[in-house]
């Protein structure tokens, strides 16, 4: 009976394990097969093995040292952005619900209206920083965010504020299922407000802080249209992610061998970070 059981079960989900499969692992499998095959001149069509990635060898080290900066430059000031709005919103005071849904309208807003908003606001001749840094005296010039010095920091800069709503609807919605008892008995302790945090608070966010770092980086690690809109991966190469050297290699030079390689390095480096999180927060949890 059990047997029967276990077979209606595997047939049942068969359809969509199948479904599963042609999404993930079919363009996967292509991405692998194209990043070792040959897509101009004498080779196309053929088995280059490491060709396409000795064609871009010497790019990967600038490359991905820019997409990890740019990841974590986002992600980490987003996640500490985002807990700090949910501790002051777990509070009551007038104009929560205000500060709230100001605090999540940046989510609402599509990534390439993003990228717009903040060109206008870096924008040196009438953008909103500079106009607001010159009448105060502090500077006489205009600066160039966007040159390439300050590049990779604006771009950053944007990824934060779209990002930190992200972080703080975790944070929020995990702030408010602590029991208060255990702030209490905290309290009976002689426990401050420093140790309440740090005792109480923390040990119940782990969980919620672990899931939320994966997916920010994930996601940060492959956004595209941010740097797109506001840099086009210039000045030079200032802000050229992997994510944008795929675009480019795919439809600035026409090669799928190299951007499937791009693709193939950007998947390595996504699953070390993940492994990583993982040993760490094993270690954490033993």
Known sequence: ?????????????????????????????????????????SSAGKFVGLKNFALIKADIPKTVST?????????????????????????????????????????AIPLIIVASCWRFVY????????????????????????????????????????????????????????????YEAACVDGANSVQRFFRVTLPNLKT????????????????FDIIYGMTGGGPVDATKTIPM?????????KNLGTASAWSLIAIAVLVTITIIYWKISDKEDA
Not at 127 to 137: C, E, Q, R
Not at 149 to 167: D, H, K, Q
Not at 245 to 253: D, K, N, S, T
């Open 67 to 107: 997409t990890l900066i740019w990841t974590f430059g986002s992600v980490l000031p987003a996640m500490l952005l985002g807990l700090t709005l949910a501790m002051v919103c777990n509070r009551s005071f007038a104009g929560k619900k205000a500060v709230v849904s100001m605090s999540l309208l940046p989510y």
């Open 245 to 253: 050297r795929i675009y480019q290699e795919m439809f600035g030079m």
């Open 1 to 41: 009976m059990k047997a029967i059981q276990r077979r209606r079960v595997i047939l049942s989900l068969l359809p969509l394990a199948l479904i599963l499969g042609f999404i993930y692992a079919y363009p996967l499998v292509k991405v692998c097969f194209n990043a070792f095959t040959g897509f101009t001149g």
């Open 208 to 223: 919620i802080t672990a899931s939320t770092l994966i997916v920010l980086t994930v996601w940060t690690f492959l956004v």
């Open 123 to 182: 924008n040196p001749d009438f953008g909103i920083i500079n106009v607001f840094l010159k009448k105060v005296g502090l500077i006489q010039d205009s600066i160039s965010f966007l040159g390439y010095e300050n590049a990779l920091g604006s771009v950053i800069m944007a990824r934060i504020w779209r990002a930190t709503p992200f972080a703080f609807m975790n944070y929020y919605s995990a702030l408010t299922t602590i029991p208060t008892e255990q």
